[in-house]
């Protein structure tokens, strides 16, 4: 139930009505509460200065008319440009971008200011009376709420200016880049702890691991299964897993659970996506609640989903290296961010496989990921379109000599030995002459830089030559 809330509500914070809702809401309210306020106010309290002098019910109507046609106006305009803005993004940068461009809340905000400015024009306009029929009463014109509506109104000016600084610069290429750069480092920040952390007794909890869990088990007969498998139930990719939910199913139940599924995979109706020990254990309570730990979307998410920002910087620098596109400093950019966030990555462990209880007994067993493998969903994916571009397949040898200095341990650098090995080999297939020699030498430096780091740091040389 928890996954599904979660997943709820960012679907809710990613729509374009959630925002502007809420903001209607509370024009709404700001309009009663200062309509309230002008019914005690007698109507000298403007005082008799002719900028404060009190309106008359003619002038009141046209000042609430002219502000709420305008702002509904504007409203409208302000979608129909997001929503081109949207379509020229998805269309450019690709369709998984489109995500990036409706969480924007520059553009919520903005749509939002309008239709509030429209919404309390119209209630405040409507208790505007001019007093002549004795069945509604004597003239009634809230002053200090027409002071609002002109406040808000030249809010509504300054928005639409900040809206359209926003539009191109929401959608420059750079911006786009940086935007999903910097989410993905604040993602590894948050969830890979630096290496030189105290692992939490990881090693310590390696006995609890239950021997059908473990490929070297030399107890277990062929075709004998000791856990019970728990299918999916719908089709869709996986967006939340709920760690708390997970574990309290497991808990309750006394059972272990192993994950066969990761946030951003494409389930089926009756995959595996998690075993459970033992099994005489597992019953159907247990197999619904396990199973209440994840949502299934249409789409994948960046919310638990690392591997999903990855592809968005490598769909930017495939789709830049394309022939009808041709532009390599993009996908340079695109790379640029990659480099970074790989080197964050070197520096981190990775995922606690282990998840325990509140008294420290292991629960689930989840699929976790190593630096070899973020490093080819960054890099490798981006071989074949590196490797036929000069500019951009010397800037891929750059970038791994730039991670080296990162890396601590050998595994790391074993790692970009081999996507160096692979991308020269497919350099020398779609390049030759200078530009193949371009990325050769590109690749030894790299070579040296594998044997010692230092070689990785360029540093000034000053030459000091005799008089």
Not at 161 to 168: A, D, M, T
Not at 313 to 319: F, N, Q, S
Request: charged share 20%.
């Amino acid at each position: 139930m928890r996954a599904y809330l979660i997943q709820t509500y960012q679907s809710v914070l990613a729509s374009y009505w959630f925002v502007p809702t809420i903001m209607a809401i509370l024009a709404a309210i700001l309009a009663l509460v200062l309509i309230q306020i002008d019914n005690w106010l007698p109507n000298t309290f403007v005082g008799d200065n002719p900028f404060f002098y009190a309106t008359q019910p003619d002038g009141a109507r046209s000042i609430l008319n002219a502000i709420g046609g305008s702002m509904i106006g504007v409203a409208g305009t302000v979608f129909s440009v997001t929503m081109a803005t949207v379509v020229f993004a998805s269309g450019t940068y690709g369709p998984r971008l489109l995500t990036n461009f409706m969480n924007d809340r520059g553009n919520q905000v903005t749509l939002g200011t309008f239709v509030a400015t429209f919404v309390y024009s119209i209630l405040v306009l409507r208790t505007v009376r001019d007093g002549g029929d004795e069945a509604f009463g004597a003239m009634f014109v809230p002053n200090l709420a027409i002071y609002g509506a002109i406040f808000l109104a030249i809010c509504s000016i300054g928005i639409l200016i900040y809206f359209i600084h926003h539009v191109p610069s929401n959608i420059h290429i750079s911006n786009v880049i940086a935007g999903i750069g910097h989410n993905l480092l604040g993602r590894i920040d948050r969830e890979f702890p630096d290496i030189a952390d105290d692992d939490g007794g990881r090693q310590e909890r390696d006995w609890q691991v239950p021997s059908c869990f473990r490929a070297d088990d030399p107890n277990r007969k062929p075709g004998e299964v000791a856990y019970s498998s728990i299918h999916a139930e719908k089709d869709g990719y996986i967006q939340i897993i709920d760690k708390e939910t997970l574990i309290e199913a497991a808990a309750g139940s006394e059972v272990i659970v192993r994950a066969a599924c990761r946030p951003g995979v494409f389930v089926h109706s009756g995959r595996v996506l998690f075993d459970a020990w033992p099994a005489e254990r597992v019953s159907d309570e247990t197999r619904s609640a396990i199973l209440s730990s994840i949502a299934v979307g249409t789409s994948r998410s960046p919310r638990q989903d690392l591997n999903f920002l990855f592809d968005e910087l490598v769909e930017i620098a495939g789709r830049a290296l394309s022939p009808g596109v041709n532009d390599p400093y993009t996908a340079i950019t695109a790379m640029d961010w990659l480099k970074s966030a790989m080197a964050s990555l070197a520096s981190r462990r990775t995922d606690d496989p282990y998840w325990c209880d509140d008294r420290d007994k292991l629960r689930v067993l989840t699929v976790t990921a190593g630096f070899d493998e973020y490093l080819e969903i960054a890099f490798g994916h981006l071989r074949q379109y590196a490797s036929s571009d000069t500019i951009a397949g010397e800037h891929f040898v750059n970038c791994l000599i730039e991670i080296v200095p990162a890396c601590r341990r050998d595994d790391q650098r074993r790692a970009i030995r081999d996507q160096l090995d692979a991308f020269v080999g497919l350099a020398r297939e779609n390049l030759s002459g200078r530009s193949l020699k371009t990325v050769e030498q590109a690749a030894a430096r790299l070579d040296r830089c594998l044997i010692d780091p230092e070689a990785c740091i360029p540093r000034c040389r000053v030459d000091i030559r005799s008089a």
